[in-house]
């Protein structure tokens, strides 16, 4: 059995074709996805983060109103950009998701990925400290934020206060127990995996890392995927982490399929994230179940892993996303068995 979930991209435009014109229209249809992937049995809905674009955003609003609306279905991000965050503030918007969804909050966080503006954090009031880069500052923030997770008090009580107070210091209100074993890092290089490892948190690997090797993207992300384990039992801690990639799968059931999806075969692609990090995106898949059964049997990170998010054409609408998600649930999984 593997977890399935889908990840959106959130983005909304009028260009013609899409069925997603608006900032409202995404929040709805996001929502609205969520909804109809748990009753066809989807184990999860995750949205990606991302700052000064026609995307999703601030994620705490639209993963509480997904809670109160489903049952069920786990709840994520993949991820929140740590450069951006108040660790304190976001301790408090977590809990407070999580607490609404009867704990199926399942964090990714990471230190983010390249951005529409020149040092966008730098707008929202963060620098990095003496020392660092903006890489660090995005650790040091996960890191307050995974230590306040653990609910314990650390803040003087006022000794006249508005309303009582418990004894002792105070910890960050409200608290939701367990949500410190549901936080993933994003992880873009083996080193980081570790260092996601080291610190306790399970694991997330999307389509895109650092060309480590020169190998094919599915092997080098199950290299990561088994360096990561090995850590994770280096560091001794008590539970099983998980592990999820994410992977663009088309199923082609009809011509509308074949129409957005049927342009032959994808490979890898080779490029620079910046002037010093050469990148590898992973291929995507789109063919018809049999065809497309035996290529997913090939990949070696996917049979590593533990949960795969299916990035999903969120401007296509909620209805041809079912459509999409469905397809792979009833044709694709069982053969897998991942259902």
Known sequence: MKKLGFLSFGHWSDERGSLVRSA?????????????????????????????????????????????????????????????????????????????????????ISRGSPEQVIDG???????????????DMARRHAEIFLTQLEGKGFAQPNPRPMFPNPPGLLRLEPHSAGLRDRIWWGAGSNATA?????????????????????????????????????????????REPRVSVSRSIFALMNDTDRMY???????????????????????????EPDQLIEELKKDEAIAESDTLLLTVPNMLGVEYNAHVIESILTHVAPALGWR
């Open 121 to 135: 954090w730098k707008h929202f009031g963060y620098a990095p400290a003496e020392g660092e880069d903006a890489s």
């Open 194 to 238: 570790e260092w996601a490892a080291k610190m306790g948190m399970n694991l997330q690997s999307s389509t895109l890392k650092d060309d480590e090797t020169g190998e094919a993207f599915h092997i080098q992300q199950a290299k990561q995927i088994r360096a990561y384990r090995e850590a994770w039992k280096a560091a001794g801690h008590k």
């Open 261 to 287: 999806f049927g342009r032959g075969k994808e490979s890898d692609q080779i490029g620079m994230l910046d002037a010093k990090t050469r990148a590898i995106f992973g291929r995507g898949y789109a063919a």
């Open 24 to 108: 409202a229209d995404v929040l709805t249809q996001s929502i609205e996805l969520a909804e109809a992937a748990e009753d066809l049995g989807l184990d999860g809905a995750y949205y990606r983060v991302h700052h000064y674009a026609r995307q999703l955003a601030s994620p705490f609003p639209l993963l509480a109103a997904v809670g109160a609306r489903t049952k069920t279905i786990e709840i994520g991000t993949g991820v929140i950009d740590m450069r951006y965050e108040n660790p304190l503030y976001m301790v408090e918007d977590a809990g407070s998701a999580d607490l609404i969804s009867g704990g199926r909050l399942q964090l990714g």
